[in-house]
């Protein structure tokens, strides 16, 4: 109950101070590429749930819906912008919506696209899949797009195991200090 609190006041918070932001970046999405300026993506949720997430639309139109590490040359298929979406983590801010209507929390698990199905077997079997995904969680911290799934499955667990309101802040520190720096982003 307090972290759903704490994630409806910072969310509501966020959401006003991203306003400007979230507005330039639809602009320069629309601008740059044509297409709607967020994709919708089916994500797997808390108790292996699917549900819709936004994100501001970095690849073309008609890019399979897979892992970007699983394309055969990902480049290929980034918007103008793309690329610069995607390292900024400026794609990631529609998700503020997810938090707001309760489909993820700040920190968690980073949810699983529908067809993971390796990430979703080694989540469940663990128990992680009884958390609600984040924007940003320990796995994201620890290496991101690099991390192969049972790094990341053990992280989680890591997560599940110690979660708390400080450890979450913490998650959020290193997330801001990560995102400044560019770390671990592929692509």
């Given at each position: 109950?307090?972290?759903?609190?704490?994630?409806?006041?910072?969310?509501?918070?966020?959401?006003?101070?991203?306003?400007?932001?979230?507005?330039?970046?639809?602009?320069?999405?629309?601008?740059?590429?044509?297409?709607?300026?967020?994709?919708?993506?089916?994500?797997?949720?808390?108790?292996?749930?699917?549900?819709?997430?936004?994100?501001?639309?970095s690849m073309r139109v008609g890019t399979p819906?897979?892992?970007?590490?699983?394309?055969?040359?990902?480049?290929?298929?980034?918007?103008?912008?793309?690329?610069?979406?995607?390292?900024?983590?400026?794609?990631?801010?529609?998700?503020?919506?997810?938090?707001?209507?309760?489909?993820?929390?700040?920190?968690?698990?980073?949810?699983?696209?529908?067809?993971?199905?390796?990430?979703?077997?080694?989540?469940?079997?663990?128990?992680?899949?009884?958390?609600?995904?984040?924007?940003?969680?320990?796995?994201?911290?620890?290496?991101?797009?690099?991390?192969?799934?049972?790094?990341?499955?053990?992280?989680?667990?890591?997560?599940?195991?110690?979660?708390?309101?400080?450890?979450?802040?913490?998650?959020?520190?290193?997330?801001?200090?990560?995102?400044?720096?560019?770390?671990?982003?592929?692509?």
């Amino acid at each position: 109950m307090r972290k759903r609190l704490f994630d409806l006041v910072m969310g509501s918070g966020a959401l006003v101070l991203c306003a400007l932001p979230l507005l330039v970046v639809a602009l320069l999405v629309r601008l740059t590429s044509p297409g709607p300026v967020l994709y919708w993506s089916n994500r797997v949720g808390r108790h292996n749930h699917i549900f819709r997430m936004p994100k501001f639309r970095s690849m073309r139109v008609g890019t399979p819906a897979v892992a970007t590490h699983l394309l055969n040359n990902p480049e290929h298929y980034l918007t103008p912008i793309g690329s610069f979406l995607r390292k900024s983590s400026l794609d990631e801010l529609p998700q503020l919506w997810s938090i707001l209507v309760g489909d993820m929390s700040f920190v968690g698990p980073r949810p699983a696209l529908f067809n993971q199905d390796d990430l979703i077997a080694q989540r469940t079997a663990q128990g992680v899949h009884e958390l609600m995904p984040g924007l940003t969680g320990w796995a994201q911290i620890n290496g991101r797009d690099e991390l192969p799934i049972p790094e990341k499955v053990k992280l989680d667990v890591e997560y599940l195991n110690q979660h708390s309101l400080w450890f979450d802040l913490r998650i959020l520190w290193l997330t801001v200090v990560k995102v400044f720096r560019r770390d671990g982003v592929s692509h």
